[in-house]
């Protein structure tokens, strides 16, 4: 979940910030050079002061929802005659105005989600598709539905394995 939660945030503030604050972070400067620096262990609230310092936002929203919550944020869709609605279902119900990218007829399109919610209006017909580089940590129910198949299929084989050793 952390290199995903890293890949969110580095799509969210751009390479430039994102760079920015992995040095200081790591190297205590932006400007690491032999001899100029030490490495750093920082806490959590240390790493996100960074963030907000070098992006000059406040950015504790994203992660008290990646970092301080076990369940990932699900993006609800609803499309009508003449749009898409998207909105942000954040665990604990806090606030989650991450934008999302939506592909309409192979073009891409960046919907700002103010207060967690979105619209995009879309021409009759048009082929649509949530997230097309999947840059955004979210729930998935396919992903889900696999990680529960794989369960069963675990289970399963450890009772027949069980089995099988008992009746030797």
Known sequence: KGSLILHTLRHLIGDEDFFAVTRQAVYGTDKPAPGN????YLSTPQYIDIVNRVTGQDYRWFFDVYLYQAALPDLVTTRDAKGLDLRWKAP???PFPMPVQVRVNGQDKTVPMKDGQG???LPAGAVYVIDPHSKVLRAQPHIEE??????AEMEKKAKAAAAKSGKR
């Open 119 to 121: 619209r995009l209006e």
């Open 37 to 40: 620096f030490k490495p750093l």
């Open 92 to 94: 604990a119900g806090k």
């Open 146 to 151: 696999f990680q529960a198949f794989r369960k």
